[in-house]
């Protein structure tokens, strides 16, 4: 079947605007594709979660992504960000997803709206509201009357507002298909027979609902028939549907993976997220979407748990902060180039006919006519061989393929791309970046802070009193990460005499505590124990009669991901008392506790920019540090548009408030000494702890300020710290991207951008005078200021440790300044012409180069 890709005619409004994005059209699906206004397509989407940036942060991150190649964004609908208390719903800042979506439709992209309303996402109890477990007879996630009710009515309420916004493809929007549930396939065997009959029940709500697109189930083998069931993973390529009717979707393609405190950073190879990528769309795949195209940030109490951190960059295309993070955007984007080249042969066929070329060598070729010329065909070489290079014969002519890689070829005969070859590594087999970010001090925080001490125990009328221990979450409803735990001990001359005699000590222990607990005597702080339902044996000191005990329960973020996330709850589990007495020991849940929800401060909300009661004093430096005490100050913000962060490295543990709007916990918490990698070899399967970074630092010293949360002067800084830190280093910082590297050789493609503009009125491409180029530029608002290093030969060494090798063409900086100094972006050609002659006959020359960016006065651009 010949089927000709469609043309779609924009029209690009305002987002506030109620007109349509789109002439009106369908979308359907076949066996092969999504199927858009009657035409097949290959569609390439970036993951974006609203919430997890700001609303003035959108219009940028989605230009990028389109930019990047991007057909479509990608979203979760988050249930407890819109509906935290129950009945009332709030569309407005960071979680006006109307206004994200239109975003979307006047950018020119679609959306998938993934509604769940279940989402994991490392997201603060999986999406869920916490209300939703104080429902009568209430279980998450099958087939109960209770859950199904609220969840229908969430999902509903989401449909319908996208329906009366006009939305829907169909009527214009930008929303081309829809999921209901999340990875429920992983859970569906806990639940037995009423797992089953609950994803029944999921699907037929979900069509119910009239959206009038497609819905998907990802992870969902079992998924009914009129649903497309989905591959999540870090390689998809032989995921297959279960139904030949069905297209093969790949809605999370993990490019990176999240960090927990205390954690190393992982990172994904962009050679093996590009090889994940080409495997896909070669063996039959359709639509990929990157899980993270931008990851954000989890600000405030949003992040999952337990202990996942407040940046969620996931070493996505685009970094927390919306920089570029090279080489991987870039690569991506010329990948994506390289597969739109190959849509009109994809699209048209049905299948691919597979050629084996060699043991672990195989290609996949797609012909638009079975028995036309190659100018309709399209064709995928890959090597799988994790080790070696490979040279194959196909349709007559010789190609070598690195390890682990795919080369495409739009015309069945010129390669355009391979996913192991790209400006950089230095070697094929290892992954370097691209980019050096300048992470510069640009200012401390004002010298003059005020504190105020955080109340240990009761610090309101509205405590309560009863017997026993109650669970974390029943109390604290989750408006807070701390619940007190208040009562006293009673201790006899009798028990100090036998404790000194026997020299014990004792101890307060507990089956099993998440995440963190504090223990008290008479106000001060005995012990601390950190993990997720771990058991608790903390010794204490008591003097002679009553004394008071405290424990103080915290938690670092709720369960996103499991089964009977209903009963996962918080606090304490099992028995707990006090050891070690000379009469027995103390059953600590059969006496009477006095419960408070919460801090004092957070009640009075004293990191607001409103007047309060809370009474601030100075602060001097021999008041540090201090244990459970607020601090504030005031300070200006940095000039120009680069994003801006707070280090806040100095610091123990706590949170953190700019201008009322909550930057999320921070935690100064080290990774291990070990485990981490000089060099990554992207060869071969990935996993989460395969490349990884950082250890022997503290997880997460920088925290993501919005400049949109910022004025020029007087932003109010309020920290709760809960372990003592020293608030005079905290500093303000700016993230950019101050030098940029590339190292091309004679040895790779033209650029991909060239392939595009080479094809012919019958479809040939023309390879006439084409030669490999280094593109360089700097990001938005810079200009390349000077070439630090340039050598076209034979250099050695990474990115900011270049040197000559050799061979060395001596017009090598003056070639490469004339070209790019005091420019935004500029291209060299890597011939020999270029640069005067042939430095060194019979050898692949490779151009290096490092160049320092810095901001141009002459360029416009608006604040982020």
Request: net charge negative.
């Amino acid at each position: 079947m010949m089927m000709m890709m469609m043309m779609i005619h924009l029209s690009c409004v305002s987002s506030s605007s109620a007109s349509t994005f789109f002439k009106p059209f369908n979308v359907s699906y076949d066996h092969r594709a999504i199927i858009i206004d009657g035409n097949r397509r290959m569609l390439i989407s970036a993951g974006i979660h609203y919430p997890r940036a700001t609303p003035e942060m959108w219009p940028d991150l989605i230009a990028k992504s389109k930019e990047g190649g991007a057909d479509v964004i990608e979203t979760y609908v988050f249930w407890n960000a819109h509906e935290s208390i129950r009945g009332q719903y709030n569309f407005k800042g960071k979680n006006d997803i109307v206004k994200f979506v239109k975003l979307v439709g006047s950018s020119g992209l679609y959306l998938h709206l993934r509604i769940g309303p279940y989402v994991c996402a490392e997201w603060n109890f999986g999406g869920f509201p916490v209300w939703l477990r104080d429902i009568p007879g209430i279980e998450f996630r099958t087939n109960n009357a209770p859950f199904k009710e609220e969840m229908q009515r969430f999902v509903k309420k989401i449909v319908d507002l996208m329906r009366e916004e006009m939305l829907f493809s169909w009527q214009g929007g930008p929303i081309i298909m829809l999921q209901i549930e999340n990875e429920y396939g992983n859970m569906e065997s806990s639940y037995g027979q009423q797992g089953k009959d609950y994803v029944k029940w999921a699907a037929s709500m979900a069509l119910g609902l009239g959206a009038g697109v497609p819905w998907v189930m990802c992870k969902q083998t079992d998924a009914p028939e009129n649903i497309i069931d989905a591959c999540n993973g870090y390689y998809c390529d032989g995921y297959k549907p279960n139904s030949y009717n069905k297209p093969t979707l790949w809605t999370e393609n993990w490019d990176g993976w999240y960090t927990t405190w205390g954690g190393r950073l992982p990172h994904r190879p962009v050679e093996d997220l590009a090889f994940a990528v080409a495997r896909f769309f070669q063996r039959g795949g359709s639509f990929m979407n990157y899980y993270m195209y931008f990851g954000g940030t989890n600000f405030g109490r949003t992040s999952g748990g337990p202990f996942y951190i407040t940046s969620y960059d996931y070493d996505a295309p685009i970094d927390e902060y919306g920089l570029l993070s090279e080489p991987k955007w870039g690569h991506l984007k010329d990948l994506h180039a390289a597969i739109k080249l190959c849509e009109p042969a994809l699209v048209a066929a049905d299948s691919a006919q597979y050629i084996k070329l060699g043991q672990n060598q195989e290609a996949h070729v797609y012909r638009a006519n079975r028995y036309g010329s190659q100018s309709n065909c399209s064709a995928f070489l890959a090597n799988i061989d994790e080790h070696t290079a490979a040279s194959v014969t196909f349709l007559g002519q010789s190609y070598t393929l690195p390890p682990w890689s795919v080369s495409i070829l739009p015309d069945c005969r010129n390669t355009v791309f391979n996913t192991a070859k790209f400006s950089l590594p230095l070697s094929p087999n290892i992954s370097v970046p691209q980019q050096s970010m300048i992470e510069s001090k640009l200012s401390s925080t004002s010298k003059s802070w005020m504190t105020v001490k955080e109340p240990i125990g009761v610090w309101s009328e509205n405590n309560f009193t009863v017997q026993g221990i109650l669970e974390h979450l029943n109390v604290t409803k989750d408006y807070s990460d701390y619940l007190w735990h208040i009562t006293q001990i009673y201790v006899s001359d009798d028990d100090i005499s036998f404790w000194k005699t026997n020299e014990v000590r004792p101890t307060v222990t507990i089956d099993s505590m998440r995440d963190v607990l504090r223990v008290f005597i008479n106000g001060q702080l005995t012990g601390s124990v950190i993990g997720h339902w771990v058991k608790v044996v903390q010794p204490v000191q008591f003097q002679s009669g009553y004394n008071d005990l405290i424990l103080l329960s915290q938690t670092v973020g709720l369960q996103n991901y499991g089964t009977f996330l209903e009963k996962d709850g918080a606090g304490f589990r099992g028995q707990v008392k006090l050891t070690g007495f000379k009469n027995g020991d103390i059953d600590l849940s059969k006496i009477l506790w006095t419960y408070q929800v919460g801090l004092k401060g957070e009640f009075q909300q004293i990191y607001s920019i409103e007047e309060n009661e809370a009474e601030w004093t100075d602060l001097t430096r021999d008041g540090i540090p201090s244990t459970f005490t607020w601090y504030k100050t005031y300070f200006d913000a940095p000039d120009g548009i680069d994003p801006v962060a707070l280090d806040l490295g100095s610091m123990g543990k706590g949170q953190a408030w700019v201008n009322g709007h909550h930057i999320g916990r921070y935690w100064t918490v080290v990774a291990p000494k070990g485990g981490c990698q000089d060099t990554c070899d992207y060869r071969g399967a990935y996993n989460s702890d395969k490349c990884t970074t950082n250890c022997g630092n503290p997880t997460q010293t920088w925290y993501h300020v919005p400049r949109s949360w910022l004025q020029a002067s007087n932003n109010l800084l309020v920290i709760f710290e809960e372990t003592g830190g020293n608030p005079f280093e905290i500093s303000v910082k700016l993230r950019s991207t101050r030098i940029v590297c590339e190292q091309v050789s004679e040895s790779h493609y033209p650029p991909v951008r060239k392939w595009s503009n080479s094809y012919s009125v019958d479809g040939k491409l023309s390879i006439n005078k084409m030669a490999p180029e280094m593109h360089l530029h700097c990001q938005d608002g810079y200009i390349i200021s000077s070439i630090e290093f340039a050598s076209y030969g034979t250099p050695q060494g990474r990115c900011q440790k270049f040197s000559r090798g050799n061979c060395h063409a001596p017009m090598s900086l003056s070639v490469v300044s004339e070209a790019c100094q005091g420019k935004s972006s500029c291209s060299i050609g890597i011939t020999n012409a270029v640069f005067g002659g042939d430095p060194c006959r019979g050898i692949v020359k490779t151009l290096a180069v490092e160049a320092r960016c810095i901001p141009s006065s002459n360029t416009g651009f608006s604040q982020i």
